[in-house]
T-cell receptor, first 112, second 114 residues
Framework: KQEVTQIPAALSVPEGENLVLNCSFTDSAIYNLQWFRQDPGKGLTSLLLIQSSQREQTSGRLNASLDKSSGRSTLYIAASQPGDSATYLCAVLTDSWGKLQFGAGTQVVVTP | DVKVTQSSRYLVKRTGEKVFLECVQDMDHENMFWYRQDPGLGLRLIYFSYDVKMKEKGDIPEGYSVSREKKERFSLILESASTNQTSMYLC?????????????FGPGTRLLVL
């Protein structure tokens, strides 16, 4: 059974620092890996999607890498801002029907 | 923009009540999903549907059922609510299948069962 782990569960950084969020998964047979953002009490917003054949994706200050063989993904957020404070979740797509397996998330606080 | 709406943001119910959570999407998406989210456990899939009147069990279907009579609407039903079903419930929809699939989420319903 696929297991997705995110470490650390929480972190706090001063504004301007780069953020590095880690995600690991146990089964490399995935269709894609996605990073989501969740603000308190809200739903999830998709940030980046990396297909299984890709190594990375970039969107603005966000960059996500995927190493399928080692079962790892990293989300980098450059020059963090207080508005980046949220919970970040990674999820792997385990079949073509859409079954996503989620990690428990990393709660990020960026202090001014 | 894709919009996924859920009928209630907050709900308080009593043990044993029948509870309906409604989800509507406005982008003609084929696939719809129900998750619950609990602290430290992340999101867990309850049920999903890839077509009208079709449903598939997710990882934790016990105590729940679903209904999809129209393409845009997917309902989650708690037949007899219990306190261990207190949780945040999230609905999602997606258009594609395969490696390009991403899901669009509603704002969530926070359910408290007393």
């Amino acid at each position: 059974k696929q297991e997705v782990t995110q470490i650390p569960a929480a972190l706090s950084v001063p504004e301007g620092e780069n953020l590095v969020l880690n995600c690991s998964f146990t089964d490399s047979a995935i269709y894609n890996l996605q990073w989501f953002r969740q603000d308190p009490g809200k739903g999830l917003t998709s940030l980046l999607l990396i297909q299984s054949s890709q190594r990375e994706q970039t969107s603005g200050r966000l960059n996500a890498s995927l190493d399928k063989s080692s079962g790892r993904s990293t989300l980098y957020i450059a020059a963090s801002q207080p508005g980046d404070s949220a919970t970040y979740l990674c999820a792997v797509l385990t079949d073509s029907w859409g079954k996503l397996q989620f990690g428990a998330g990393t709660q990020v606080v960026v202090t001014p | 923009d894709v919009k996924v709406t859920q009928s209630s943001r907050y709900l308080v119910k009593r043990t044993g009540e029948k509870v309906f959570l409604e989800c509507v999407q406005d982008m003609d998406h084929e696939n719809m999903f129900w998750y619950r989210q609990d602290p430290g456990l992340g999101l867990r899939l309850i049920y999903f549907s890839y077509d009208v009147k079709m449903k598939e069990k997710g990882d934790i279907p016990e105590g729940y059922s679903v209904s999809r009579e129209k393409k845009e609407r997917f309902s989650l039903i708690l037949e007899s609510a219990s306190t261990n079903q207190t949780s945040m419930y999230l609905c999602a929809s997606s258009l594609e299948r395969g490696s390009l699939q991403t899901q669009y989420f509603g704002p969530g319903t926070r359910l408290l069962v007393l």
